[in-house]
């Protein structure tokens, strides 16, 4: 029997009341009672990066951010744009893992919560895509939270059309997973491949 899946969420934005983190605890509260999603609240702990550290000195903080990622089947991002590119923490959180075997092909869900960020997104496609990860890109969705209150969006994220989306669109990330664990290909570098490849 299959063990139930672990997903990841990154979540580019730190602020308490991040419209990003509302859209990303919808999907974890909407999420099958299989499926585990995980907000990370490593980000704001990492120092910046700096290579000399790479070999010696790998930060605690960031050794468990990359230990939260291998032991993750997928991860979901959300992210603002700032000054039309990706936040400073989420960067800086991905030039961590570069190095690292951790990220490579795993596979990665792309969600937002404004109307507009197109900058940040294509800027945050080019860096995952650099790194290697496996982006399902027909898993990507946006709904335009930006700006509204707390209580509007909990309104919006709780209309059926909003829960709908929020579902199908998990469930075709989660197909992609599935699909890794039963076909031997490299889009998954989790533990379910590594528990398929032994």
């Given at each position: 029997?299959?063990?139930?899946?672990?997903?990841?969420?990154?979540?580019?934005?730190?602020?308490?009341a991040?419209?990003?983190?509302?859209?990303?605890e919808?999907?974890?509260?909407?999420?099958?009672?299989?499926?585990?999603?995980?907000i990370?609240?490593l980000?704001?702990?990492?120092?910046?990066?700096?290579?000399?550290?790479?070999a010696?000195?790998?930060?605690?903080?960031?050794l468990?951010?990359?230990?939260?990622?291998?032991?993750?089947?997928?991860?979901?991002?959300?992210?603002?744009?700032?000054a039309?590119?990706?936040?400073?923490?989420l960067?800086?959180?991905?030039d961590?893992?570069?190095?690292?075997?951790?990220?490579?092909?795993?596979?990665?869900?792309?969600?937002?919560?404004?109307?507009?960020?197109d900058?940040?997104?294509?800027?945050?496609?080019?860096?995952?895509?650099?790194?290697?990860?496996?982006?399902?890109?027909e898993?990507f969705?946006?709904?335009?939270?930006?700006?509204?209150?707390?209580?509007?969006?909990?309104?919006?994220?709780?209309?059926?059309g909003?829960?709908?989306l929020?579902?199908e669109?998990?469930?075709?990330?989660l197909?992609?997973?599935?699909?890794?664990?039963t076909?031997?290909?490299?889009?998954?570098?989790?533990?379910?491949?590594?528990e398929?490849a032994?």
């Amino acid at each position: 029997m299959p063990r139930p899946l672990v997903l990841y969420a990154l979540c580019g934005s730190l602020r308490k009341a991040s419209s990003n983190r509302a859209l990303l605890e919808a999907l974890r509260d909407i999420a099958p009672a299989d499926i585990t999603i995980e907000i990370c609240e490593l980000i704001g702990d990492l120092p910046i990066f700096n290579p000399d550290r790479e070999a010696d000195d790998m930060p605690a903080s960031v050794l468990a951010l990359a230990a939260k990622i291998r032991a993750a089947d997928g991860l979901i991002v959300a992210s603002p744009e700032y000054a039309h590119g990706i936040p400073g923490g989420l960067k800086n959180a991905l030039d961590w893992l570069v190095s690292r075997d951790e990220i490579p092909h795993k596979p990665v869900m792309l969600v937002h919560a404004s109307h507009r960020g197109d900058d940040a997104l294509a800027a945050l496609t080019e860096v995952l895509k650099t790194i290697s990860v496996r982006l399902v890109d027909e898993s990507f969705f946006r709904i335009n939270l930006l700006g509204k209150t707390v209580e509007q969006r909990t309104a919006i994220l709780a209309e059926p059309g909003t829960q709908a989306l929020l579902s199908e669109n998990l469930q075709r990330f989660l197909q992609v997973i599935a699909d890794c664990r039963t076909d031997k290909t490299d889009c998954l570098s989790g533990p379910a491949f590594r528990e398929r490849a032994l």
